[in-house]
T-cell receptor, first 115, second 114 residues
Framework: GAVVSQHPSRVICKSGTSVKIECRSL??????MFWYRQFPKQSLMLMATSNEGSKATYEQGVEKDKFLINHASLTLSTLTVTSAHPEDSSFYICSASQGSNQPQHFGDGTRLSIL | AQSVTQLDSHVSVSEGTPVLLRCNYS??????LFWYVQHPNKGLQLLLK??????LVKGINGFEAEFKKSETSFHLTKPSAHMSDAAEYFCVVSADTGGFKTIFGAGTRLFVKA
């Protein structure tokens, strides 16, 4: 149980392209979804927290206009990297939780490479 | 405020020997603690969690962890390492600080030698 599907697993695109990443909870309703960024050999950096039907809460230093998050339903959240540039290349991971203080269940991540 | 420190950036063991991955935490609240494992280019998988019930927590794949409040520790152990255990391990603390805040440790890379 508690499966989270993240798609696509890998994206390679040109600079200036916008990229959308989907995160779905397949067998449970996620009241909260999280988006992380992970640099090589480093821990996860929380970018934003989103609750279904409300605006995402962004961490300090994360540009909300650059990283658009939509949490349209209890099973789907999307992250759109707008006008991506090489410095946005990274491993992006989503997670979903059924409530406060409950474990987060993670997707398999998306490797984004901007040329 | 809360924080989590994984004391070793990497640990190397031989197959069949015990594993110890150390984690210390700091929290002004009643925290929940978790251990996750990450294999290369993958997301994180929950190994086990502590949420104020039994202090010795058993997880998947033979891992367990003991919550020691007096030592503010939550070390992860396994009696006998397997080659498939080689991965990155993250200790995570979460608490209601007026809104739940989750903090990830820096990670410990476990190497398992044949």
């Amino acid at each position: 149980g508690a499966v989270v599907s993240q798609h696509p697993s890998r994206v390679i695109c040109k600079s200036g392209t916008s990229v959308k990443i989907e995160c779905r909870s397949l067998d449970f309703q996620a009241t909260t979804m999280f988006w992380y960024r992970q640099f090589p050999k480093q821990s996860l950096m929380l970018m934003a927290t989103s609750n279904e039907g409300s605006k995402a809460t962004y961490e300090q230093g994360v540009e909300k206009d650059k990283f658009l998050i939509n949490h349209a339903s209890l099973t789907l959240s999307t992250l759109t990297v707008t006008s991506a540039h090489p410095e946005d290349s990274s491993f992006y991971i989503c997670s979903a939780s059924q409530g406060s203080n409950q474990p987060q269940h993670f997707g398999d991540g998306t490797r984004l490479s901007i040329l | 405020a809360q924080s989590v420190t994984q004391l070793d950036s990497h640990v190397s063991v031989s197959e069949g020997t015990p594993v110890l991955l150390r984690c210390n935490y700091s929290s002004s609240y009643s925290p929940s603690l978790f251990w996750y494992v990450q294999h290369p280019n993958k997301g994180l998988q929950l190994l086990l969690k502590y949420t104020s019930a039994a202090t010795l927590v058993k997880g998947i794949n033979g891992f367990e962890a003991e919550f020691k409040k007096s030592e503010t520790s939550f070390h992860l152990t396994k009696p006998s390492a397997h080659m498939s255990d080689a991965a990155e391990y993250f200790c995570v603390v979460s608490a209601d600080t007026g809104g739940f805040k989750t903090i990830f440790g820096a990670g410990t890379r476990l190497f398992v030698k044949a």
